[in-house]
């Protein structure tokens, strides 16, 4: 929940953009630390200490700012990036980012359905990795992202007061969360394509 606190530690000089980040995204940042330190025990322990009972607002309000954060970068990579490797598996940049924006509305309507008691009868629970259009544009990139925080806000809305509901859903990473969980877990899932980003970012712009 919002204003749980992180213990003190050293500062990894290339992580700035992360602790630029962390005043107004903690929650996120705490629980994605884990993923960066290799210790992915800790990803689903800092997620169920911090997205309980409450915390719908502030998880909408840390994916706002994601999204501002995805989409800044986007708007900065030369076109080029956008067609080049070092996305998820074997992806180019546009369908990494595609795939983001596509997971972030994913997991929060699963969220939301599941708080509303509609999760659809034999709908699969297992999150799949699915590629954005290997094509898409800058704008196209942008718009998609912004039509997620669109879902976003309305399924922080149907969750706020079931955050501690199961949810059927399932990831890989982190196995079956609750609803106020996998709002929260949306924006690790964004850090984890962030990270991605500001690599190839600096990549491009080293001599």
């Known amino acids: 929940m919002a204003g749980v606190t992180t213990p003190p530690r050293l500062r990894d000089p290339a992580l700035g953009w992360l602790d630029a980040l962390e005043p107004a995204a903690p929650n996120a940042v705490a629980a994605f630390r884990g993923i960066e ?15 309980g009972a409450g915390s719908s607002a502030a998880s909408v309000a840390e994916l706002e700012l994601l999204a501002v954060a995805l989409a800044r970068v986007v708007e900065r990579l030369p076109d080029a990036a956008l067609r080049a490797p070092g996305g998820e598996e ?15 509305s994913g997991l929060v309507l699963a969220a939301s359905l599941a708080a509303a008691g509609r999760w659809p009868a034999g709908a699969p629970a297992v999150v799949p990795g699915v590629p954005g259009p290997a094509d898409a544009s800058r704008g196209e990139l942008v718009r998609r992202i912004q039509k997620s925080q669109r879902l976003v806000a309305r399924a922080g809305r149907a969750v706020e007061g079931h ?20 709002l929260l877990f949306a924006g690790v899932h964004d850090l984890m394509h962030l990270e991605q980003l500001h690599r190839i970012e600096e990549a491009v712009a080293a001599p």
């Open 37 to 51: 330190a290799g210790r992915f025990i800790s990803v689903r322990r800092e997620v169920r200490r911090r997205g």
């Open 90 to 104: 074997d992806w180019n940049v546009a369908q990494t980012i595609g795939h983001d924006a596509a997971a972030r």
């Open 163 to 182: 955050e501690q509901d199961p949810c059927p859903l399932e990831h890989p990473l982190v196995g079956r969360l609750r609803c106020g969980e996998w």
